[in-house]
């Protein structure tokens, strides 16, 4: 059994700043790529950072030179530092990770974590 646990969203302004935070724990053999997603109303999942496990990472062109993206391998964990909020990054944001379990070494698989809510007020 593998969980992504997620922290770190709340209520905040305009220009402030916020730190989300994600746990993988279980029965982990190795973790590949991790990401965050979001979701806002009305609209589709959509990436917003992505991480592999050497440190090579991609953002979604809306939040480049805002968000940074960093994980803990030791850990097992992803990060996601957002600065310079704008209302328009209002959604539920998803921790997402590329797992091998110790079950099935061979393969991998997409884990979720339940979501967090990121709400930028005006």
């Known amino acids: 059994q593998v969980q992504l646990v997620e922290s770190g969203g709340g209520l905040v302004q305009a220009g402030g700043s916020l730190r989300l935070s994600c746990a993988a724990s279980?029965?982990?053999?190795?973790?590949?790529?991790m990401g965050w997603y979001r979701q806002a109303p009305g609209k589709q999942r959509e990436l917003v950072a992505r991480i592999t496990s050497g440190g090579n990472t991609n953002y979604a062109d809306s939040v480049k030179g805002r968000f940074t993206i960093s994980r803990d391998n030791a850990r097992n964990t992803v990060s996601l530092q957002m600065s310079s909020l704008k209302p328009e990054d209002t959604a539920v944001y998803y921790c997402?990770?590329?797992?091998?379990?110790?079950?099935?070494?061979?393969?991998?698989?997409?884990?979720w974590g339940q979501g967090t809510q990121v709400t930028v007020s005006s």
């Open positions: 997402n990770a590329v797992i091998s379990s110790l079950r099935s070494i061979f393969h991998t698989s997409d884990y």
């Open positions: 279980g029965s982990i053999f190795s973790i590949n790529d």
